[in-house]
Nanobody, 124 residues
């Protein structure tokens, strides 16, 4: 059974940083793509980033480019999202996702496996 368990969310002031973690199990982590989506209250889910563990290629949504960095530790089967220069509009529930492949359009239906989410709140 595929499991994705997020951690690291919390409350931070604007301009601050957070690092989210996603512990993965139940699939061959090295052969998969992992990523992150987020959902603000009353809004649709938005693709944040994804990383192909097969070739190390990463993609970012326009709203986070230059501020967020995705990475993974294959030995720990864990994906990370380093978030810097946080803004109030980054507030939302952040979901870890995984599937065989990812590319730059970061569409929800490309990802079969989803975690339960972790709340990130950025105060102004």
């Amino acid at each position: 059974e595929v499991q994705l368990v997020e951690s690291g969310g919390g409350l931070v002031q604007a301009g601050g940083s957070l690092r989210l973690s996603c512990a993965a199990s139940g699939f061959d982590f090295d052969d998969y793509a992992v990523g992150w989506f987020r959902q603000a209250p009353g809004m649709k889910r938005e693709g944040v980033s994804c990383l192909r563990n097969t070739d190390g290629v990463a993609y970012y949504g326009d709203n986070v480019k230059g501020r967020f960095t995705i990475s993974s530790d294959k030995a720990k089967k864990t994906a990370y999202l380093e978030m810097n220069s946080l803004k109030p509009e980054d507030t939302g529930v952040y979901y870890c996702v995984a599937d065989w492949f990812c590319e730059g359009d970061l569409e929800e239906d490309e990802f079969e496996h989803w975690g339960q989410g972790t709340q990130v709140t950025v105060s102004s």
